[in-house]
């Protein structure tokens, strides 16, 4: 068994204090060397936090300024699509409001009896009734089967005699008239 000897410190004492206080100052010196160490490190994670952030930050602003790009752009498609709304109902309107011609002339045509003949018939949508027109016919009776063929199409409505003259000379005889209406036909 080794025994331990004892350490026998054989300087002075004032030689002694001074190398504890080069061991302290050490000491002390190493201390604030790591806390200087540990100062930097947490400043240089501050910074590198706070750089991750400034680009976060530019990356969100850019962000919102592309997405509001794109809500201004939807806010014009938007508008367009009003517009466009707006003139569809326009149009529908106006098709509704369409007249079939051809098809009020085929009634108008197959409502003349052949011993009447028509003079002159004209148009004034602004108004009522919008149609007039002046003929002959051979016989009253032709002249009342006339207006009754004419109410029962449903083209025609409020078909009213403003005047019938019965007509002779030249070796001819009828009846002349005329009447108003007003137009159904829409498509």
Do not use: H
């Not at 400043?43 to 680009?55: D, F, H, K, S």
């Not at 790009?69 to 106006?94: S, Y």
Request: charged share 25%; net charge positive.
């Amino acid at each position: 068994m080794i025994e331990k000897t004892p350490q026998i410190n054989l300087l002075p004492k004032e030689l002694k204090e001074e190398k504890r206080q080069r061991q302290f100052i050490a000491q002390l010196f190493s201390f604030c060397l790591s806390l200087l160490f540990i100062f930097i490190l947490w400043i240089a994670g501050l910074e590198a936090a706070n750089q991750i952030l400034a680009i976060n930050l530019k990356t969100s602003e850019s962000q919102i300024q592309q997405e509001g790009k794109e809500v201004e752009q939807l806010k014009a498609l938007e508008e367009k699509a009003k517009l466009l709304n707006a003139n569809l109902k326009v149009v529908d309107d106006l098709t509704k409001q369409q007249i079939a011609w051809s098809q009020i002339i085929k009634d108008f045509s197959a409502s003349v009896p052949a011993s009447v003949q028509i003079n002159s018939i004209s148009l004034n949508s602004k108004k009522s009734p919008n149609f007039s027109l002046s003929g002959k016919a051979a016989s009253f009776r032709d002249v009342l089967e006339f207006k009754e063929k004419l109410e029962a199409s449903p083209n025609f409505k409020d078909i009213i005699f403003t005047s019938s003259n019965k007509v002779e000379g030249q070796g001819q005889s009828g009846y002349s008239f005329n009447l108003t209406f007003n137009l159904e036909g829409k498509k």
